[in-house]
């Protein structure tokens, strides 16, 4: 049986430039590649998937949270590619995890974990709970060198909690960060991890 993966990492851990060399070598070989993301991602242009190393190319597929993927989406694919997977709805994780079955195809999913504030994202989180296979994509923290595992938040070039979940942005609003280091800078550090 196909597998469903999950490759997640923070921000700057170059997932998509990932997800466009696996795209380059299926095609390399002949093969048949399906690369999907969700319609929120519109920094780039609305069908571009663009990494931060220069690499772009366009997504054959957009879905929104209410997407019900036809089974004639899969036929004749090699396998599919899913970019800012954090984006997909529960609905979309469990249609791409029958696809691994249903249609035999591998599907490798490429996201955030966790949101600014250290809490999943509905499709991280179901992601989480049905992948085969979770592989971490590392980078070092923007201001040490421990490995990054959350993303901090920036507004007017200071550390925030504050906002909506989903909000945009890439070096401008975002850095990779280890625990400490987000810990101390943010106003409350800890506290907020425990919720107190």
Same mark, same amino acid.
């Given at each position: ?28 070989? @002949?093969?048949? #590649?399906?690369?999907?993301?969700? *319609?929120? +991602?519109? %920094? ?7 990494? /931060? ?50 249609? @035999?195809?591998? #599907?490798?999913?490429?996201?955030? *974990?966790? +949101?600014? %504030? ?7 989180? /179901? ?63 800890? %506290? ?5």
């Amino acid at each position: 049986m196909a597998k469903l993966y999950f490759r997640h990492g923070t921000m700057g851990s170059a997932k998509t430039l990932n997800l466009l060399a696996v795209a380059h070598n299926y095609r390399a070989q @002949g093969k048949r #590649v399906l690369v999907l993301k969700p *319609r929120l +991602d519109d %920094r780039f242009g609305a069908k571009k998937v663009v990494s /931060r190393a220069g690499l772009e190319q366009e997504a054959d597929l957009l879905v929104d949270a209410d997407t019900e993927l036809a089974p004639s989406v899969f036929e004749g694919i090699d396998c599919v590619l899913v970019d800012e997977a954090q984006f997909l709805s529960e609905s979309l994780v469990e249609q791409l995890r029958a696809a691994t079955l249903t249609h @035999g195809v591998p #599907v490798i999913c490429y996201g955030l *974990r966790t +949101d600014f %504030r250290t809490r999943l994202f509905p499709g991280a989180r /179901r992601l989480l709970e049905l992948a085969d296979t979770i592989e971490e994509v590392k980078v070092t923290c923007q201001f040490c060198n421990r490995k990054a595992i959350f993303n901090m938040r920036f507004a007017a070039g200071q550390p925030t909690l504050d906002g909506a979940q989903v909000q945009l942005g890439a070096e401008e609003s975002y850095l990779p960060v280890c625990f400490a280091c987000w810990d101390s800078r943010l106003p409350g550090g800890h %506290r907020q991890v425990s919720g107190s």
